[in-house]
């Protein structure tokens, strides 16, 4: 049985649509991430299975139970906010132990929980100060102990990394990591609008788009065969290159000629009945290599970003071609204002036809 079930779930607030048609099993243990573009209705999502926002349409299980009306206290769910929302005349120990009084739970049992999700979080030495005597990472680490002390079945985190700066960003990252390889038999959904979280924590990253799911998967398997090409520019940084073209070539491998006058060499296979069709070549930054034959794109390098470990080629528009962006490994210098062709492995190169990924 999953531990949560969403069957046919819609959000709408009057004849709006905001969400309509999903379907999603998350399965115990899993830490599951929602991702997509603002507005797309992640953390709408989110919160309808917290039960702060009314479910439209559809059904919403945990552990096989219809929990449509059920009070949000009564789901067996802990939340994680974007904001700590902490006491602050509280200390960390009495902050994280306030739900479970109110919830009139033994003292004995509340300190054993407390202590727990404190050495979980590594934090004991800090349980006797006030949050204004934490640093941002701590005090997000203070809410999710909060979570941690009531034992739920079902943790969500709305965005709890936002608010921190960037290497906060990347400390706290790690330590949910560590926490859900702590507590491995625990169910996580987060949300977030940052990619490299949701690359780096999901078992399964859910792509939200157009209201509905576009894609559910492993990271690798969103990255390396998306469904459609929103999922394909969606995922990674930056966004995967499309070039039109039409099909000239069928069978085991597939030629395409490029409407900017390159070609491309594609494994995924196609027939007869595919020749002539015009699709779009997918291919992401980091495959391109310069090429001394064959290019996919030649091209005058209007601009380059230097950042140590990669250098980004932005290519001038050509006919028939969107701005074109390679990702070469390491510092390359002089290449702004130069013609240079570029090319990727055959099993690099997706296809998309109508949107949709020709892979089989």
């Known amino acids: 049985?999953?531990?949560?079930?969403?069957?046919?779930?819609?959000?709408?607030?009057?004849?709006?649509?905001?969400?309509?048609?999903?379907?999603?099993?998350?399965?115990?243990?899993?830490?599951?991430?929602?991702?997509?573009?603002?507005?797309?209705g992640k953390s709408t999502l989110l919160r309808m299975i917290a039960g702060l926002e009314r479910i439209s349409g559809g059904t919403l299980e945990i552990e096989g139970q219809v929990m449509n009306d059920v009070p949000p206290a009564q789901r067996g769910i802990a939340m994680v906010f974007q904001s700590y929302a902490l006491y602050p005349h509280m200390t960390v120990r009495e902050n994280m132990a306030f739900a479970l009084k109110i919830a009139k739970m033994p003292a004995d049992q509340i300190d054993a929980a407390v202590n727990r999700a404190a050495q979980i979080l590594q934090l004991e030495p800090f349980l006797d100060r006030l949050p204004k005597a934490l640093s941002g990472g701590q005090r997000q680490r203070v809410a999710i102990g909060r979570a941690i002390v009531r034992d739920p079945k079902v943790y969500l985190f709305d965005e709890p990394l936002s608010n921190l700066d960037a290497a906060l960003r990347v400390a706290t990252r790690i330590e949910i990591a560590r926490l859900k390889e702590a507590m491995p038999d625990s169910t996580m959904i987060y949300v977030t609008h940052d990619q490299v979280e949701a690359m780096t924590l999901a078992s399964r990253i859910v792509v939200l788009a157009n209201k509905g799911i576009a894609q559910v998967g492993t990271p690798l398997e969103l990255y390396e065969t998306p469904d459609n090409e929103f999922v394909a520019q969606f995922i990674g940084s930056p966004a995967m290159n499309l070039l039109p073209g039409t099909i000239t070539g069928t069978g085991a491998t597939t030629t395409v000629?490029?409407?900017?006058?390159?070609?491309?060499?594609?494994?995924?296979?196609?027939?007869?009945?595919?020749?002539?069709?015009k699709v779009n070549v997918g291919v992401?930054?980091?495959?391109?290599?310069?090429?001394?034959?064959?290019?996919?794109?030649?091209?005058?390098v209007d601009f380059t970003e230097a950042l140590g470990e990669v250098t980004l080629l932005y290519f001038a528009k050509a006919p028939g071609a969107e701005s074109v962006i390679g990702k070469l490994p390491g510092i390359h210098r002089g290449l702004r204002g130069q013609t240079v062709s570029v090319t990727a492995a055959p099993e690099k190169i997706h296809l998309f036809h109508d949107g949709r990924s020709m892979r089989k």
């Open 1 to 40: 049985m999953s531990e949560l079930k969403l069957t046919d779930v819609a959000k709408t607030y009057g004849n709006v649509d905001v969400l309509k048609d999903i379907n999603l099993e998350i399965e115990r243990g899993e830490l599951i991430v929602f991702v997509g573009p603002s507005g797309c």
């Open 257 to 277: 000629a490029l409407d900017c006058g390159g070609a491309a060499v594609s494994t995924i296979p196609t027939e007869d009945a595919d020749a002539g069709k």
């Open 284 to 300: 992401r930054p980091e495959d391109l290599v310069v090429a001394d034959g064959d290019p996919i794109v030649t091209g005058t």
